[in-house]
């Protein structure tokens, strides 16, 4: 619990919450479910098939091969590509679970959590490896029952619908990071 509490990422990522209220409570709610359906799968296809190597941020300073590896640490975690630590707390698994994935209908700029994710800046991917991973774990996303996910590292067991929007909203944020 200290580390968390005085873990400099959640302070900012606090900022980044606090800013972001008054616009979630005029942005329309996003329907986990959707994340499910044939056409945002077909969407989604689309949009991380239009990346390129060259693909060029619009904000951040991840590389797009290190945005591709960030999209699959966040959801190949739960599905058993990638072993994380599990992060959580009391506060994490309640508050901010209620707060980032039930009550905000997209991801605010700035977050920073959890650690798991932080792709350090000089570590390099190669970009057609990255890509065609996270194109194999969405397709496992899109099939995969809520029984068979695990907990995710800083929110604990999120319901399929929770998973939905979480996967829905952090996917999206980071394709409109590079214009995909």
Request: no cysteine.
């Amino acid at each position: 619990m200290k580390r968390a509490i005085l873990n400099k990422e959640l302070w900012y990522s606090f900022i980044a919450i606090i800013k972001y209220i008054p616009r979630a409570i005029i942005t329309p709610q996003v329907d986990g479910m959707l994340f499910y359906t044939p056409q945002k799968q077909a969407e989604f296809r689309a949009r991380v098939q239009s990346l390129t190597s060259n693909s060029k941020r619009v904000w951040g300073t991840m590389s797009v091969a290190q945005m591709l590896h960030h999209l699959s640490l966040s959801l190949g975690g739960a599905l058993g590509y990638f072993k994380l630590f599990d992060e959580s707390y009391g506060l994490s698994r309640t508050l901010f679970k209620w707060i980032l994935v039930d009550f905000f209908p997209e991801q605010p700029k700035g977050l920073r959590m959890p650690l798991n994710f932080i792709i350090p800046h000089d570590q390099q991917f190669d970009f057609d490896q990255e890509k065609k991973l996270l194109q194999e774990i969405l397709e496992k996303a899109w099939q995969t029952p809520t029984e068979d996910w695990g907990p995710h590292p800083l929110f604990g067991k999120l319901t399929r619908k929770q998973w939905g929007k979480l996967a829905q909203i952090h996917v999206d944020y980071h394709l409109r990071q590079f214009n995909a």
